[in-house]
Every structure is written in structure tokens, then in C-alpha cells.
């Protein structure tokens, strides 16, 4: 292979076992300029996903009506035919991540037994929860725990076919506060924890180590050269980029729609400015636009200087809710729902045999798909900034670490919300839609205009990150694993990922169809992470044998 160094991509630093092959990063691609704009892109990966995508808007633009039933259809034939498919792997991804720390592979180093770090911890940190679950910390920190609290205190109810009618996880807890507390902030950490987080670092794995040791381009398709071997640069490897293109794309726009929703309704409750299509349609514009800048100011100049914002302000309202919503209570209850979920989890985690088949449906393989149809962005990212860390370093701080944080989150925002209800008589967050709860938790506390004000700031901050740095990704993907292809095709796909949300959100559904084209691409997406992890540990076992 030859130097790839000028694609961005360092060398192998000490020994390592680096892959031979006669391939070329961008041998496939087609460059030039139209006007002023180069152009670098992967041929066919690039046109069929892009051309793909184009269609895909104007289908659903064209036929709303006619696309939402398709729409409805997916997500009602997915989630209830695998849901023992979508459980099942993200448990194979929690015990394989947990291997990798205990066996001596962990010992190996991305990038070369001498690779150092690029980023220090805290930059490293920051990155990791922008672009990882900035979002949707902020949209279901306070939403899911009030949503399960109270579907657990109301207990378990059975249709005329047999059927439980109710969203409680589990069995519930009918008319025990207490106990539904337990039971719903043990069901949010579920979806927030360790399973997540696995299925990051999975794909965050697979591309650092077969990019950065094994001296292969920077994009999916690497990952299975164990497999194919040399056909990875064929038909079968442009199949998996251009799934990971799809997934990336549709999982990033679901996240976009949430935060429009989220930061629409903030504003009405702050400033009195409408709810409606037009002012989302106003705020992904805008908040696109503002990614667009954050694009062509490159990784460190962008993303990096927004993330450390972003974490800054997040974890100012952290400490803020922490110590006015009462810390001693608060942080005992932290340690009360970290065993509650570990009490919980097997049975949280079993993909047969459930009864509360809402829960497990409409929330657990919801949420699992749409983490994998995140980890091509989020995993790519976080290769990007974590070359230089050992095996064992980079799974403890990309799985145990971020859960910890999630789990102080969830305590936090979604503990002060329950408390509001069981010991204030406070209903106002849990009567409130999804998108408002965080706003109306605020209500109750001290200073809720400058805390309002911030939580709109973080959902449009996270905003900006995750669209530039899906960008960023797309991009790489199809561009051949080329880390430096022109802007323009960076700037093409930040505005194609705002206009999809748009689509989906405004024209066909809601977000309901956003939720349905991420289970879609989430399920083929499951079988390429669970054959990534075979190739994974054959890829670790040969970097052993050279050290």
C-alpha cells in the first residue's frame, strides 16, 4: 500500500501489524471542480447514497400521505419482528467490550506500540459527549424518567386480547412511589449506560485499529478485510459504506428533529415564540447555517472549540440542578439508582419471553436502533480524536466512564423531576409533552429564565456539533476514507442532513417517521457491528503477536 500520509492519515509509530494490499486511498475516486468547488468523491459510494438520499426527499416532498404509511409500516413491522434481534446484540456488544479490558489484547495501542495521544483527557472528553449523546441527554434527561416513573406507578393494564395495554417496564409498581422511582430510573439508565455505549465503541474500535495500525483508509469497509479480504474494495465494501452512509444520515437527522422540537418549545416557554412547523423550519435553518461555519472551520477550529463550550455550560446546569434540588438527596439517590440498574438489568436485558411489550418495542429497540444507526458517525468521530490510547484505556473511558456521567445525568435531572412530583405535589413537568418537561423542571427551581435560557443554548450547541461532525464523517465514508477531501462535499452533506430532518419532520409524519427510518437502517446496520466484532479480535490477535 502506498503512503497514505497525505490523506491525513499517520503511519503506524513503532511495530505494528499493517495489512498489504495493492489498494489506494482514493484510487476509486473521481476529483475535479465545478465552478470555484473541488471535488473528491468515491465512486459509486458517493453517487448512489447521494442520488439515493436526493430521491428520498423528493419522494417524501412529492407523496407526505403515501411516505408516512410506509413510514408507519417500518417502524410497527421492525420493532415488533426484532426486537429479540435488537437486544440480543446489544448484550454481545457489552460482554465483548467487557473482554477486551480483562484479556491481554487490551495491552495493544491504536496507532503503534509509540503512538502518543492527540488530544488531552478533557479535550478528548468533550468531543466524546458532544458529539455522542448531547441531544438526547438534553431531550430525555428529564422526559424519560418522569415518562417511566409514571407509567410504573400506574402499573400494569390488559387489553381484551391479553395483551398489556401499558408502557411500564417490567411489571411495574402500581401505587408505590418508591418503588417506581427505582424501577423507571433503572429502565432510563438501561438506555443510557453500558449498551450504548458498547455499540460506540465497537465501531470507534474497528476503525482505529485497521486504519491507524493496520495502515487501511479511514472508513468502514476496513473493518472486514479479515473477511473479504481484497473484495473489500469492491461491490461488497461500497454495500457497507453506503449502508453506514444511510444509517449515519437518518440517525443524525432524528436527532436533529428532537433538538428543533425541544429548543421550539423552550423558546415558547421562555420568550413566547410560536410552536410550529415554521419556526422548526427557522431553527434547522438557521442552526444548519451556523453549522456550515463550524464546517469550514475544520475539527480543532469547530467541533473541538464547541464541544469544550458545550461541556462547559452542561455542566455548569449540572452543578446548578445538583445543589438547588438538594445534593445530599440527590447523590444518595445517584448511588440507590446505580443499584437499582444493576438489579434490574438482567431483566431489562432478556430479549424473550417479555411481557411489557411497549417498553421493550417502543422504547429499548427504538433506542438500539437508533444508537447503531448512530455508531458509523459517533464511532468514526471518536477514532478520529482517539489515536495514541491502549485498548484497554479506550474501552474503559468510551464505555464505563461516559455511563457513569450518563447515570449522574439522568439522577440528577430526571431525580429532581420525580422528587418534584412524590414530595411537592409538582405535576407540571410530568402533565407537560416530551420536548417542554426539562423547561417545566426548571420552572420550580430558582432562576429558571437564565436556566431555561442555557438549556436552549446546549440543544442548539449540541446541534451544531453533532451536524458538523456527521458531516465530517459522511464525508470521510464517501469519500474513500480520505480525511481532507474538498469542503464543498462537507458543506453538501451538512445541508442534505438539515433538509432530511426537515422532510421527515415537517412533511410525513413527524417525528414519528424520523424514529422509523432509524430502526430501518438501524437492523442491517446490527449484523455489520456483530461480525465487526470477530474481526475486531482477529485484527488485536495478530497486533499481539508482533509486539
Known sequence: MTDDTNQGIPEPEGQSDIIETDYEIGQDNIDGNVGPFGFDIHNPVFLISGLTIVAFVFYTLALPEQASGVFSWLFDAVTKGFDWFFLGAANIFVLFCLLLIVTPVGSVRLGGANATPDYSYIGWFAMLFAAGMGIGLMFYGVSEPLSHYSSSFGGVSVGEDGLRTDWAPLGGAEGDAAAAAQLGMAATIFHWGLHPWAIYAVVALALALFSYNKGLPLTIRSAFYPILGERVWGWWGHVIDTLAVFATLFGLATSL????????????????????????????SGITAIALISVLRGLDGGVKVLSEINMGLAFALLLFVLFVGGFVAILSGFFEFLVSYFYYLPALSNPVGREDVNFMQGWTSFY????????????????????????????????????LVCVLWMSVFGG??????????????????????LFKMLDELPLAGITSLIGIILVIVFFVTSSDSGSLVIDTITAGGKVDAPVPQRVFWCVFEGAVALVLLLSAGGLSSLQSMVISTGLPFTVVLLLMCWTIWRGLQAERSVL
Open 368 to 403: 438500539w436502533a437508533w444508537w447503531i444507526s448512530w455508531s458509523p458517525f459517533v464511532g468514526m468521530f471518536i477514532a478520529r480524536v482517539s489515536r495514541g490510547r491502549s485498548v484497554r484505556e479506550f474501552v474503559i473511558c468510551v464505555l464505563l466512564i461516559p455511563s
Open 416 to 437: 429532581v423531576a420525580i422528587d418534584q412530583v412524590v414530595n411537592a405535589g409538582y405535576t407540571a413537568a410530568q402533565d407537560a409533552p416530551l420536548e417542554l418537561k
Open 257 to 284: 428533529g428532537f433538538g428543533a422540537t425541544q429548543a421550539n418549545a423552550g423558546l415558547n416557554e421562555l420568550f413566547g415564540i410560536p410552536v410550529g412547523s415554521g419556526m422548526e423550519v427557522l431553527l434547522i
